[in-house]
T-cell receptor
Framework: NAGVMQNPRHLVRRRGQEARLRCSPM?????VYWYRQLPEEGLKFMVY????????ESGMPKERFSAEFPKEGPSILRIQQVVRGDSAAYFC???????????FGSGTRLTVV | GQQLNQSPQSMFIQEGEDVSMNCTSS?????WLWYKQDPGEGPVLLIA?????ELTSNGRLTAQFGITRKDSFLNISASIPSDVGIYFC???????????FGGGTRLMVKP
């Protein structure tokens, strides 16, 4: 039973490009969460999605960031026109329902040059 | 917004020593979680606490959910080199809601 799969593990983008981060939840999990971690800090919540629905996006920056979790396929976190400050580790987590605590993937490390 | 204060920020200890770290919150949580993160990896759940006053063990790890629901501690007994990493507390107000993370405790163990 594979865990939460994120790809790519490392992503380098030039300023102004788009970054697309993918997350495949654990089998049978329909709830996905995205978190961002800056160096030497804890994880900060970004967005909570169920299939085809955004449940809570209170942690998402108002511009350039979007997330989706389509009926088929992985959840995607999209960052348009990246800036240096977007450099961070982005983690996805999944749960089978409204769970107390959940399982994290290994993350995507985004570097903007 | 909710904030979790985690202390200490870092610890450098001798192998075999016991370790204690804690988190305090300005608001109530109904679930407390403790995670460990190794370099380049995601957080791995160590212990989950669901009731105020609950004391739970997982091998050499013991964690408690404070009576006020605003704090939690994690103890590691007889530390070993593989305990090295960053430990995070996290609070969750209700099932399905987001986790609020502490700033982490970086543990270093000298063999």
């Amino acid at each position: 039973n594979a865990g939460v799969m994120q790809n790519p593990r490392h992503l380098v983008r030039r300023r102004g490009q788009e970054a697309r981060l993918r997350c495949s939840p654990m089998k049978g999990h329909s709830h996905v969460y995205w978190y961002r971690q800056l160096p030497e800090e804890g994880l900060k919540f970004m967005v909570y999605l169920q299939k085809e629905n955004i449940i809570d996006e209170s942690g998402m920056p108002k511009e350039r960031f979007s997330a989706e979790f389509p009926k088929e396929g992985p959840s995607i976190l999209r960052i348009q026109q990246v800036v240096r400050g977007d450099s961070a580790a982005y983690f996805c987590a999944s749960s089978p329902g409204q769970a107390r605590g959940y399982t994290f993937g290994s993350g995507t490390r985004l570097t903007v040059v | 917004g909710q904030q979790l204060n985690q202390s200490p920020q870092s610890m450098f200890i001798q192998e075999g020593e016991d370790v204690s770290m804690n988190c305090t919150s300005s608001s109530i949580f109904n679930t407390w979680l403790w995670y460990k993160q190794d370099p380049g990896e995601g957080p791995v759940l160590l212990i989950a606490l669901y009731k105020a006053g609950e004391l739970t063990s997982n091998g050499r790890l013991t964690a408690q959910f404070g009576i006020t629901r605003k704090d939690s501690f994690l103890n590691i007994s007889a530390s070993i080199p593989s305990d090295v990493g960053i430990y995070f507390c996290a609070g969750q107000s209700d099932a399905g809601n987001m986790l609020t993370f502490g700033g982490g405790t970086r543990l270093m163990v000298k063999p």
